[in-house]
């Protein structure tokens, strides 16, 4: 015994006027001025209203996060290859997309660096200052402090500190004629 199943019955398309046309698209554009903006409440209330041009902005950490979407999947091989800089840069780059995805759930920056591809350091911001016992302020280089009002640099902390010496570079010597070179191959060994 074979079940046929009901053939299903075609309707006609209705044939309107342009008068009940027009009525239509009047009471569609009526129902979407009443339509209240997007809250947007997949982002954290403390990022919400950021403009635009904002350097976290979330507009432009959605584009952030839809580029390095496309990144990663053209690095999928990536993640189990022995080069250990291609493996590294997936990690990497699987790292900044978790954290800015975390960032618009909580409003909270966790990277180092931001921008579509990482290119910009974040800057510190200093919240609640320390005082030494003598009631100087305690200051770190490339921190910004309210009330200065800029950014805390290196010859700032020469002009607050004279005795100290110049920051040198681990690659860079002050006196090189004193700096002889070992034979190391010769060396004896302890």
């Not at 075609?10 to 129902?31: H, M, S, Y």
């Not at 950490?61 to 053209?74: A, F, M, Y």
Request: net charge positive; hydrophobic share 25%; aromatic share 12%.
């Amino acid at each position: 015994m074979i079940n046929k199943k009901p053939t299903k019955k075609f309707r006609k398309k209705r044939q309107l006027t342009e008068d009940q046309k027009q009525v239509l698209r009047d009471r569609i554009n009526k129902a979407r001025e009443k339509l209240k903006p997007a809250a947007n409440l997949t982002v954290d209330a403390s990022i919400r209203d950021l403009p635009d041009d904002h350097a976290l902005a979330p507009k432009k950490v959605r584009q952030w996060i839809k580029h390095t979407k496309d990144k990663l999947s053209g690095m999928r091989g990536w993640k189990t290859s022995n080069d250990a800089k291609q493996k590294s840069e997936y990690h990497y780059t699987e790292g900044y997309l978790h954290n800015m995805q975390a960032y618009l759930r909580d409003g909270t920056w966790r990277d180092m660096y931001y921008g579509e591809d990482r290119n910009y350091l974040i800057k510190y911001r200093c919240v609640a200052m320390a005082y030494y016992p003598d009631g100087t302020p305690k200051r770190s280089v490339g921190v910004w402090y309210p009330d200065i009002g800029k950014e805390y640099t290196q010859e700032m902390y020469y002009e607050d500190n004279p005795g100290t010496k110049p920051y040198r570079k681990r690659g860079s010597l002050l006196n090189k004629s004193k700096v002889h070179k070992t034979r190391r191959k010769y060396r004896k060994r302890a």
